[in-house]
Each structure stands twice: as C-alpha cells, then as structure tokens.
C-alpha cells in the first residue's frame, strides 16, 4: 500500500504557534579556553557523522503501515497482549496504524523540544567547548524533526498533536532557567528515552525498511547527544552540594512520572473510539505493557547511576516503577551502539538467538 498523502500535522489546543517565557541568562565567553578533552571529541566525532536527511534516505521507499512484522503476526497479538476484547485482523490493523503515527508523532514533537532546549543550551552553558557541541546537536535535532515531518506526512495516513505530559515536560525544561537543569531535562531523561524508543522502533519493525533507515541514522546521533548530556553533568554534579542535587533528585523523579504517564496512549484509545478507562487501565497492568514501558527506561537508569544521581530516593521512586533492573546496563558513553536489554529479549524469547544489535 502506498499513502502519498501530504497531510498537516495536527494542532493541540494550545494551537499551531506557542510563546513559552524563559528567564535564563545568556552568556559569552570571552577566554575562549577548550580544554575538555571529552566534550571536543564528542564534537569532532558529531561533524564527521553529519548526513543529509534528503539524500542519504532513500525516500522512494513504499511504506505499508498495516503490515505487520513476521515474528508477530496478527494472530499472535491477541495472545501477547492479552486486550480486554478480542480484536478481529481488521481491528488489530486499524490499533497497529494508530499506535504507529502516535508514536512517531511523539517522536517529532520530542525532537522540536531537543531543538529549542539544545539552542538555548549553545547560550546558556558557560564553556566554550560546550557551545561548540551543543551547536552541532541543534543541527542534528533540525534534521530529526525534518525526517519524522517527513515521514508522518508523507508515508502515514494521520498523526496526532503533542502529547500533553509530553507537552508539560518539554514546556518545563525550555522555562528552566538553571542550565545543568535543561540538560538533565533533555539530555539524559527526555533524550534518554528517545534512545530506548527508537531501538524498539527499528528492533519491532524489521519489515519496514525506510524506518530502519530513518531510525539507524538518529540513533547513532542521539547516542552522541546523550553521550553529552552525561560527560558536561557529571563534572557538575561531583561539586554540587547536598541541598543542590536534591533539587536534581526531585526534577528527576517528577521527569520519570510524566514521561511514564504519557505513554498510557488516551489519545490513541480515544480517536480509536475505544472506552479510554478500560484500555488505559489495560495498559497499566498487562505484563507485556509494563515491561514495554519499563524498556524505555533501560538507557536513563544507567546514566543517572554515573552522574551519581541514582540516589536512595531516586531509587526508592524507581524501584516502584520497576526499572531499576537497568542500573547496570552500560551508560552512553561507553555503549554506542545501544545494546539489546535482556529484558526487551525476554518479551521474544523466539528472537532472542537472532536479534541483531540495535
Ligand atoms: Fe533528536
Ligand atoms: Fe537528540
């Protein structure tokens, strides 16, 4: 099936332009002095692996949204994820397509949020080896935000407005006026996340090779940006004191809730017309959705761990959760190539001889 519709993204009831305020200084850097040997890698590193999002994806490709991956066919759904009612091949498409653009839709506007929050670290952060960094990365997010554009308008039949935990997420980190803040917001929780997603992305979806594409090329940079995100806090954070870094503890935790929550999908059950309280409560409690949840946090825990902020109350709100299983995952300055968890393997035990890395 070929959807070459050019449909408009649509809007959230806060419209199709936002003013957020902000209140953080901006800063120049006079001396001019590198010496983070770290951050200038990185940097080096993030030019020489720049790539064109109109030339290097091979756009032609045919997209079949209703298609479904080979080691889960139709038939097996119902049995993995054990629905409140049956659902017929019919309806499991109609579900499959609608979580697809929502995801995907979630995927664009996250990536929006890198790119204010990246722009306005480029001025807030004080080193000079940072701005340089951060520079790159505003081109990547550009990039991001181009090809999932492209991608939801051009290959998928409908996607859906910003989420609105999402939304409160991404407004909170652009208002922050503390720097270390928005980067802790970006790009170790919000950025974090996307890392996991994508992976689950490319890992379920092996019939779809334009996302293989799109997905291979973003993650290898966000790796970079996560990788950023950890080797400038982690510096920080060792001289902070104790009342500082509970402040970290607490965005932390409240970051964790509201990206948990937003992945409960109502707008999915809703524009679906489903009863969205049974499904929400569905995807609250099967095993399967738990542990899919639970996934998105197997890249966050590990570099929380390094930045020292995996502390008892962080702990304590994350063992709640269940994801503290990932703390010793390694972190994303030492794994570029995203390892499979062991616990996304365990969902597929058929696939877990044969899965190729992420
Ligand atoms: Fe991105
Ligand atoms: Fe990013």
Known sequence: MSIARHEPIPLPPQGGLETVHE???T???WNYEVGRESLLNLYEKGKRMQWNASTDIDWSIDVDPERFPDFLPPEAVNALLNPPQKLEVKELIRVRIHQLGW????FLHGEQGALLATAQIVNTV?????KFYAASQVADEARHVEVYRRYLT???PFAFPVNPH???LLAQIIREPRWDMTY???QIMVEGLALAAFGLMNFMNPQEPLIQQITGYVIRDEARHVAFGVLSLEEVYRQMTAAELREREEFVIEAAHLMRDRLLMEEVWERLGYDVDVWVKWSLETPFMQGFRQLLFAKIVPNLKRLGLLTPR????FAKIGVLQFEDMPDSTLDERVTVPPALLALFPDLAATAPPL
């Open 314 to 317: 962080v702990r304590e709100a």
């Open 184 to 186: 802790l917001g970006m």
């Open 126 to 130: 004080p080193w000079v080896e940072a």
């Open 23 to 25: 209140s953080s200084d």
């Open 27 to 29: 800063i120049f850097n």
């Open 154 to 156: 051009e290959k998928l």
């Open 166 to 168: 999402l939304h409160t």
């Open 103 to 106: 995801m995907l839709s979630q």
